[in-house]
């Protein structure tokens, strides 16, 4: 029966460790300012009638903190590139000098910079929800399993280590939260 409950609490625990890094990754889009590769990890290139993700077609590095260089492993995908990059939507004007794509970085304004920490504030709120509801979803295991004759004792002790995990998580989602919020407001 120990078994039982273990089996659910590592599911709960890779279940929460998919929602952080749900989070980083949905946190990673959103642009704190200053360059970064991963604000063009989204943008997918036409290379030679497949859909590519840009990474695979190019090296995307930066080369200051307001600029993204972006050099394609064939020359000729250039012009892609730039429609790509201009097609994400990402709110940036990609530019080429023949050998690569040149990404400016435009400072944000206060206001900007206090949606972004909106925006993020919002998707710190729905990775604590998917907390809860796993929470939710392994307690409820639980109380099946005592319903089936798992002693009180250890399902309420496999209910307070669920509860210790969520915290945990939850800690750690408000400490990535409070590094963005700065990332962001640092002009």
Sequence with gaps: MTEEVNFHLDVA???MQE?????ENILG???????????LRTVKVDYYGVQTPLVQAANVSTPDAQTISV???DKTLIAEIEQAIVDANLG?????????VIINV?????DRRRDLVKQAKAEIENAKVSLRNIRQ???DEIKKLAKDGLSED?????ETSVQDLTNSYSKQIDDIFAKKEADIMTV
């Design 13 to 15: 625990k890779e279940a």
């Design 19 to 23: 929602a952080l890094s749900h989070l």
């Design 29 to 39: 889009k959103i642009r704190a300012g200053k360059a970064n590769p991963q604000m």
């Design 71 to 73: 050099q394609p492993f």
């Design 92 to 100: 940036f004007n990609p530019s080429n000098n023949g050998e690569k």
């Design 106 to 110: 435009p400072p944000l304004t206060e």
């Design 137 to 139: 979803k392994a307690n």
């Design 154 to 158: 250890l399902a309420r002790d496999a």
